[in-house]
């Protein structure tokens, strides 16, 4: 790594810190992953920025802030196994498999399911694994997980998503706000007998509605 690089690191490692992350863990994930190894070639020299950027299929990364907050949420364990709806670029799919026993990850799109794929396979990741398909009908293969995170809105009250989660797992994604066009990031879990307590872990920027079907490209 060059002092430029190590420096880069140090200066987003920094940011997120400035945002509220905390999590040591987390952070130390944060600075192993460069966003820049995941985000298109065109935006090598502005992913250490805390935006949200295109990534093809008419979908977008979503600010790194956003993530790590969503991440946090989580409050994962190393035993935990973990579903990502919305793989994207495969970045979060790389934080999330450094946090986690393992990580199945869901993308709607092939192209970027395939991408990827390719680019965690590259960074050394074998505890994840990404799957091209309707995260929306997953819920029928009946398998559960301790966590799951969705990179998108969704609405309420989310029962497929809630399906995938075993006894007092948790789900976090992000909801519309009362305000107009407000994104809030909201953390769900399931209590032993069914209730379902929800916590608020403040606004989230960069993230569309969730979308169902399966597409090779757009």
Known sequence: MSASEAEERAQFT???????????ELLRA???APRALFMPQRFADISARDVALPIG?????????????MIAAL???????????GTGTGYCTALLAQL???????????TLAVEASARIKAFGVAN??????????????????????????IEPPAREFLSLLAPEGALVAAFT???AGEQRIVRLTVGEKGPVHVADFGPAR?????????SRAL
């Not at 299929?57 to 907050?69: D, E, F, H, K």
């Open 177 to 179: 706000g009362l305000g």
């Open 100 to 110: 986690a026993k393992e990580v199945v990850s869901l993308e709607r799109f092939q």
């Open 206 to 214: 960069g993230l569309r509605p969730l979308e169902r079907g399966v």
């Open 128 to 153: 994840a694994a990404v799957l091209w398909m309707d995260a929306f009908d997953f819920h029928a293969r009946g398998r559960r997980f301790d966590k799951v995170i969705a990179h998108g809105l």
């Open 30 to 32: 944060l600075e192993r």
């Open 57 to 69: 299929c008419g979908q977008t990364s979503p600010p790194p802030s956003t993530l790590a907050v």
């Open 14 to 24: 920094l940011a997120m810190r400035a945002k509220g992350v905390d999590d040591l």
């Open 75 to 85: 409050r994962l364990k190393p035993s935990d196994e973990v579903c990502e709806i």
